[in-house]
Every structure is written in C-alpha cells, then in structure tokens.
C-alpha cells in the first residue's frame, strides 16, 4: 500500500475528458428544457435541445448522450405530460376535508360506521390466442393480439374503521344503480347499523334525489333515514380512502387480461374474501392534526361584512379551524 492518510482523503485528477457543458451551460439546459417547445413541435426531444444549446453557446456541436445524461442528473424528462386538477381552495373546500379527517379519526362504532364509496370503469379483455403457461426457464407468453369484449362498471364500498370492502360489478353506472347500491348497504351490508355515513365524490348520480327517481318515496325516505352523505371537496377524491383500496384491486387483482363479465365477478369475489380475512385495512395518516395552518392559509381573504358568508365557511373565514369545529358541533347539536 503506497501513501499515507493524507493521501487517501485526496482526490487526485481523474482521467478522461472534462465535462462537455458547464454549469451555467447546464443551467441554460435546464431552462430551456422548462420553456416551451419551438413553433411546430410537440415537445422538446434530445435533438432539438442539443441544436438549440449549439446556437446559445459557442459549442460547435453536442450529443444527445450529453443532453441525457444532463437531464437525468435533475430528473428532467420532457417527454412526459401529465393532467392534474387545480382545487379552489377556499373555506368549503377545508370545511368538507376537515368533515372527512374527523369521520376517519373517530373510534369504530358498529351503529354508526362510515363507509367509502366510489365507482371505477374496467375493460373486459379477451384473448386470440391461449397464452403458454410458464416453464422452468421459460416465463408464461401471451400473443399480442387480444379480443375487446365491452366494459363493466365496479361499484366499491370501504369500511374506513374494520377490514371490509365489497365489489359491486354492474353494466352501468346510472343514478339508479346508485340507489340500489345505497340501499343494499343499509338493508344488506349494515341491516342494524342506526346510521351510516357514506363518503363519496361530487359525481351528479350521488344524490339523494336518485332514490326518489328509483324507488317510491315512502321507500326512498325510508333508506335515506338511515344514510348520512359526506362529500369530498371538488378536484380532491384522493380524500377518499376507497381510492387507496381501488388501486390496490387493480394491481392485485384486475392487472391481466380478463375476457368475461362471469369470470370478473368470480375474480373480484375470490380477491374480495381473501382481503377481507386478511384484516387488511387502509391506514390513513392525514389528520387534522398533521395537516398543519398551510391548508387555512390559503383561504381567500375575508370580506369585510358577515353577511357576504354563510355557515361552514363564514366559520372558516373568520374562526381558526378549531374554533370553528366547535361552533359547528354547538350549532348542530
């Protein structure tokens, strides 16, 4: 061994040729890469942003492993495009969040669960050719070609306190479907519960009004009595933990090709039981304790007169969010 401790802590030059692009050339990349594409073009590709760094630098020429591995560096792929949602954060929107964080805090009380719900569209795909099971050394194979065979709407409910879920697979997903759904939770899947809140997006079929359009009034009033609905906050389903467990059916269960209506229900089922005897539940971390003030700061500023706001958010503009808790729990109590 030749040297001493000095000597090893040091970095001696390394071979090889220096960096093709500096850091303010890297800098210029990176910007570039952020702003939009030339005229005509979709997006930037390597080769149009390694010809646009030639004509802003005094580069004669660059490759497009240059501008790769440049761009992997920070993470930067300007092939990618994603779609979001940008909420209206307002007191409502805080108001029905903080509705759903306490419904998901509370203790389990068998006489007033709350159940998730919500509805996933899915693909009923068959195929051409029978695939060839596996062998050792050889993974199972399946030919490219597949068969459409329609579509099937999956009703989802989630118990939010103990390990139950249930997969209702339909043709449709109208305002009637829906009402059957509601009633066979309080009929069926809770017949002794008091009251159920059911957690839900801002779909138009979510209404207590599809009940009065499926089923007589006397019946409609008679489900509803024992149904209490709470709504996510527009553009903010991930609020809702049924989502958590959609995702999970589709990547244990429904990731594959699955060419009938028959031998979806069958899967589900089978996916259905073993899950719920698992004990498997969602674990929910996001309270309104962990939330933090960032959520209430982003309330508009409040206008100067009461009378511009009413109920939840009059309380949220003008109250901090514990306060305003409190003066709901009294008002309604």
């Known amino acids: 061994m030749e040297g001493n401790l000095e000597l090893a802590l040091s970095e001696e030059a390394r071979p090889g040729a220096a960096r093709k692009l500096s850091g303010k050339e890297t800098a210029l990349l990176v910007a570039t890469v952020c702003s939009s594409p030339p ?7 390597l080769e149009l942003l390694a010809g646009e760094l030639v004509q802003l630098t005094e580069h004669d020429g660059l490759s497009r492993e240059t501008v790769r591995r440049r761009l992997a560096e920070d993470d930067l792929k300007p092939w990618l495009r994603k779609m979001w949602c940008i909420p209206q954060v307002d007191g409502t ?33 068959g195929e051409v050719r029978e695939p060839l099971p596996a062998a050792p050394g050889q993974p199972e ?10 579509t099937a709407n999956l009703f989802v409910f989630l118990d939010a306190h103990r390990s139950w879920r249930h997969v209702k697979v339909t043709d449709h997903r109208t305002a009637h479907d829906f009402a059957d759904c509601m009633r066979e939770l309080a009929d069926v899947h809770y017949p002794d519960a008091d009251r159920i809140r059911v957690v839900m997006d801002n779909l138009s079929t979510h209404t207590a009004g599809a009940l009065y359009e499926t089923f007589p009034a006397p019946e409609a009033h008679r489900v509803l ?18 989502e958590i467990e959609i995702g999970v059916l589709r990547g244990q269960c429904l990731d594959r090709r699955i060419g009938t209506r028959e031998g979806l229900v069958s899967e589900i089922k089978a996916w259905e039981r073993q899950r719920n ?12 304790q962990r ?17 511009h706001c009413a109920g939840a958010l009059a309380l949220l503009w003008h109250f901090s969010s514990e306060e305003a808790q409190a ?3 009294v008002r309604t109590s």
Request: aromatic share 12%.
């Open 39 to 45: 005229a005509g073009r979709k997006r930037w590709t």
């Open 93 to 125: 929107y805080v108001a029905r969040m903080e509705d759903l964080l306490d419904l998901y805090t509370e203790a389990a009380d068998p006489k007033r669960p709350v159940v998730c719900f919500d509805e996933s569209p899915t693909q009923l795909i």
């Open 141 to 150: 194979r399946y030919d490219c070609e597949y068969r459409r065979n329609g």
């Open 225 to 242: 009595q024992r149904l209490e609905f709470h709504y996510t906050p527009k553009h903010a389903s991930w609020l809702n933990m049924v």
């Open 277 to 288: 005897s698992s004990g498997a539940r969602v674990k929910w971390k996001f309270t309104t």
């Open 291 to 307: 939330r933090g003030t960032r959520w209430l700061a982003l309330i508009p500023t409040p206008p100067r007169s009461h009378n």
């Open 327 to 329: 003066l709901m729990a």
